[in-house]
Structures are given as structure tokens and as C-alpha cells.
């Protein structure tokens, strides 16, 4: 079973070493913090995003409050009512065993119960085909597949659109944790 919060800064001392080399940072981030990551640089840049009213950072903790993740949601659009989730990991201990899935499920969950929007979407690079299915597993749906461009090392990645609309997360069961 897991929980969120609100980040705090002490949160940012684990996220570095969450991350196990330059594929799995572009994965995380698109590059938008310099490899390798530094506490300082995830702050900045997280001061930056927060100073634009754009964005609210989480940190997931396990049943014994052991911090396993991290994610933000970002980009609110109230035309539209959605809100969009990025920079999503999870301490390598913890993959494959569910704990993504289920921060995902909560933080759909947030967006639905707490921010009121009808959508929530995500981008994820095609490559990272874990991840593609472990929203897939949340509910999410693809919409749109954008075209290759270099991201890491002249390799042309591409990205997926997703979405998951409040409806789907119902009839998904997205709002009935176990």
C-alpha cells in the first residue's frame, strides 16, 4: 500500500540515485535536468516549475513511509480541465512489483478527486516500453504517436500521447485502490 504527500526538499536526496545511468535520466526527464543529477539541479528546477504556478510535486511512500517515488502534476489547462503528470519514478527496489502502478493509480486519483479535471494525460517515449505499460495497466490510452527526434546520443526516439478521461478511471477502477 502507498501514500503520497507533498514533496519536501529532504525528498531530493534519493532521486539521484534512482537514477542508474544517461538512458534511464532521458527517460525520467527528457533532459530538462542536467545527467548526472544533482539535489541542487532538481531543486532549481523544481523552484523554476513551481514559481510558474505549473506544477505540484509528490513524493510516494510504502506502508512504513519509506519514500519509493516521485511525481508531478504540471500543466494545468482549466479550458480543457486537464492537468498533465510528469517526472514519474520509482526507486529501482521498488520496480516491478506493482508500486508504479499504483502511484500512478494515485495520482490520477488526485487529479480527479482533489484538482476536479475530466483528463489526465502523460507523454512517454516510445523506447520505454515498461512504462508504456505500466499507464496502459492504469487505464491511460494512447492518442497520438509523435514522430522521432534525437533525444540521447543522436538515437531517435518518439513519443506516445496519453489519456485517461474520468470516465475510463471509473469503469478502470482507477478510484477503488486496493
Given at each position: ?105 494515485l495520482a490520477v ?33 494512447d492518442v497520438s ?34
Amino acid at each position: 500500500m502507498l501514500r503520497i504527500r507533498p514533496y519536501k526538499y529532504k525528498d531530493a536526496n534519493a532521486i539521484p540515485s534512482w537514477i542508474k545511468d544517461e538512458i534511464e535520466h532521458a527517460f525520467w526527464c527528457a533532459n530538462l535536468f542536467k545527467y548526472p543529477l544533482t539535489v541542487e539541479d532538481f531543486e532549481n528546477k523544481r523552484i523554476e516549475l513551481d514559481s510558474k504556478d505549473d506544477s505540484i510535486f509528490f513524493t510516494a511512500l510504502d506502508k512504513n513511509g519509506i519514500q519509493v517515488g516521485l511525481f508531478s502534476v504540471m500543466h494545468f489547462d482549466y479550458i480543457i480541465n486537464n492537468a498533465h503528470l510528469g517526472f514519474i519514478i520509482l526507486d529501482p527496489n521498488f520496480r516491478g512489483k506493482g508500486y508504479g502502478q499504483e502511484m500512478v493509480k494515485l495520482a490520477v486519483h488526485y487529479c480527479f478527486n482533489m484538482l476536479f479535471v475530466a483528463s489526465v494525460t502523460l507523454k512517454v517515449y516510445d523506447s520505454n516500453e515498461a512504462a508504456h505499460k505500466c499507464y496502459k495497466s492504469v487505464g491511460f490510452v494512447d492518442v497520438s504517436h509523435n514522430k522521432k527526434s534525437p533525444v540521447f546520443e543522436g538515437e531517435d526516439w518518439g513519443t506516445w500521447d496519453m489519456i485517461i478521461t474520468r470516465k475510463k478511471a471509473l469503469r478502470h477502477k482507477t478510484f477503488f485502490l486496493h
